[in-house]
């Protein structure tokens, strides 16, 4: 019989680690947005956590250099295949599948707070008018139900 564990809040650069590589198996696999990741910038994971995880962690708790420029990517991908409002709201699902399955408490919140944050700045400022008009309004941004998402429990 497997034994669970009660879900506790992100505690640092350990939880980071296997909290992205969760998010970031999903998000590879995903139909919607696992092409962006593969075959448009043809991410390489192993080379991709470590700098991502600089990024939240300065985020969260403000101990990491992370000197990268995070727009430039995303507007790079979007050039060469545009991002759309649905694909924003695809990426909070499964960062928020993933946190969830993870993690509770203030941390997990902020970070879950934070990706939408940063989804729609990211939507705005690469979508034009449209997608300001669209996140302005309250809309979805195209976020797809998670009732058959898998995530929600921990690995």
């Known amino acids: ?3 669970t564990r009660e879900p506790t809040d992100i505690g640092g650069r350990d939880d980071l680690d296997v ?18 990741f593969t075959e448009v910038a043809g991410t ?20 990491a250099a992370y000197g990268r420029d995070a727009f430039a990517p995303h507007a790079a991908l979007h050039s060469a295949r545009p991002l759309a ?27 879950k707070a934070m990706g939408e944050r940063i989804s729609v700045s990211m939507m705005k400022r690469l979508g034009g008018p449209g997608a300001a008009a669209e996140a302005a309004s309250g809309g979805t941004g195209g976020f797809v139900p998670l009732a058959a998402l898998a995530l929600r429990t921990a690995a």
Do not use: K, N, S
């Open 19 to 36: 909290l992205l590589r969760r998010f970031y198996t999903a998000a590879f696999a995903d139909p919607l947005i696992g092409p962006f």
């Open 1 to 3: 019989m497997r034994e």
């Open 85 to 111: 409002p649905a694909h924003f709201g695809r990426w909070v699902q499964l960062w928020h599948a993933a946190v969830d399955g993870l993690h509770r408490g203030p941390l997990a919140d902020r970070a």
């Open 44 to 63: 390489d994971l192993e080379v991709h956590l470590p700098r991502i995880a600089d990024f939240w962690e300065r985020a969260l708790f403000r101990t």
